[in-house]
């Protein structure tokens, strides 16, 4: 089945450094990724939509200038937190579609720790 | 846009017994309803999916039921047991746009 790889799995910085996460479709190309971020115990929040080739459309009151995404291929989506300081500390997840159009596929999630 | 309820929040069950999990979602233009498993520390995990023109969709001791004139869908877990215990979370889509998740519930199978 489709698997999507996202790394790290936990990453710990200092407040002020800036951090990427990685997610990769392992199997399939990937037209369209998504970022979510999910705090203890809720659920799941749509960041921000990754369209390969294109500038990332971002969900009302996600900072485009702090979270940075890139699409450069059709099996890689990258999220940068710059700047980072300790409210960004999250659990940050991928999900990209497969190409049955209905299948969402999603990442193993990053733990963020900001110091 | 879609807004997703799902109830109830937490859920306590004896292992054996059944678990009902329900969500209703507000736009009748979704068709497109998948639940995901969710362990501590990992992504979601799909465990089934259903597609607004079947009524129902079964696979072994899990299955999900859709009444799209009430815009409500269901998870039945059957003899439950102790690896069940997780957070489930339903979601909506109209499979082009990204999936809007419920607020999830906290399963507890007891032994």
Not at chain 1, 14 to 20: D, I, P
Not at chain 1, 33 to 62: C, D, H, I
Not at chain 1, 102 to 115: N, Q
Not at chain 2, 92 to 104: D, Q, R, Y
């Amino acid at each position: 089945g489709a698997v999507v790889s996202q790394h790290p799995s936990r990453v710990i910085c200092k407040s002020g450094t800036s951090v990427k996460i990685e997610c990769r479709s392992l199997d399939f190309q990937a037209t369209t990724m998504f970022w979510y971020r999910q705090f203890p115990k809720k659920s799941l929040m749509l960041m921000a939509t990754s369209n390969e080739g294109s500038k990332a459309t971002y969900e009302q009151g996600v900072e485009k200038d702090k979270f940075l995404i890139n699409h450069a291929s059709l099996t890689l989506s990258t999220l940068t937190v710059t700047s980072a300081h300790p409210e960004d500390s999250s659990f940050y997840i991928c999900s990209a579609r497969t190409g049955d159009h209905y299948g969402y596929t999603f990442g193993s999630g990053t733990r963020l720790t900001v110091v | 846009g879609e807004n997703v309820e799902q109830h109830p929040s937490t859920l306590s069950v004896q292992e054996g017994d059944s678990a009902v999990i329900k969500c209703t979602y507000s736009d009748s233009a979704s068709n497109y309803f998948p639940w995901y498993k969710q362990e501590l520390g990992k992504g979601p995990q799909l465990i089934i999916d259903i597609r607004s023109n079947v009524g129902e969709k079964k696979d072994q001791r899990i299955a999900v039921t859709l009444n799209k004139t009430a815009k409500h869908f269901s998870l039945h877990i059957t003899e439950t047991q102790p690896e069940d215990s997780a957070v489930y979370f339903c979601a909506a889509s109209k499979g082009n746009t990204p999936l809007v998740f419920g607020k999830g519930t906290r399963l507890s199978v007891i032994a």
